[in-house]
């Protein structure tokens, strides 16, 4: 990840869980021109992979994703987000439990802000008609973002085999229609 944005590009933040196949999921995606996994969310500085796992500091594992919006917008991203893992299950996602696996929303900008908030509430309603609980997914601003330790960054193209906890509900998230 750059500390400077180029010209036109955009910054989106995401945790859905484990943080490995939330990357590979939106590297794929055309017009995200990098990724970054990291912690983000919490209260203590600098912290680490053990830190997040043993300690209260407040983090969850979340995806920075740098992208051209002249070829994805932020509403596919959630579009993306929202069909991808299960934002109904509170403080864990499968497997893996506790407040760092939680759903988040880390807005960079107002208008993503507005468009998150107005994708929740839809595909609230979407969940709801198929029997899921209320969403739990946290929208907030975004905080600092810790870059995660190296052996993390693009794990699953290095270990192809490896866990990955990305799992969706199966249900629709009609984010075309959402405007801001």
Known sequence: MTTQLPTG???AIFGMGCFWGAERLLWQLEGVTSTAVGYAGGHTVNPTYKDICYLDTGHAEVVQVLFDPAQ??????????WESHNPTQGMRQGNDVGSQY??????????????????????????????????????IPAT?????????????????????????????????????
């Open 9 to 11: 590009f955009e910054t």
């Open 72 to 81: 994805l917008t932020y509403q596919i991203l959630l579009k993306t987000f």
């Open 102 to 139: 939680r759903s988040l929303i880390m807005c960079t900008t107002e208008t993503q802000r507005v468009e998150a908030l107005a994708s929740k509430d839809v595909y609230a309603t979407q969940l709801g008609a198929a029997g899921y609980p209320a969403i739990t997914t946290e929208i």
């Open 144 to 180: 600092e973002f810790f870059m995660a330790e190296e052996y993390h960054q693009r794990y699953l193209e290095k270990n192809p085999n490896g866990y990955c906890g990305i799992g969706g509900t199966g249900v629709s998230c009609p984010i075309a229609s959402i405007h801001a």
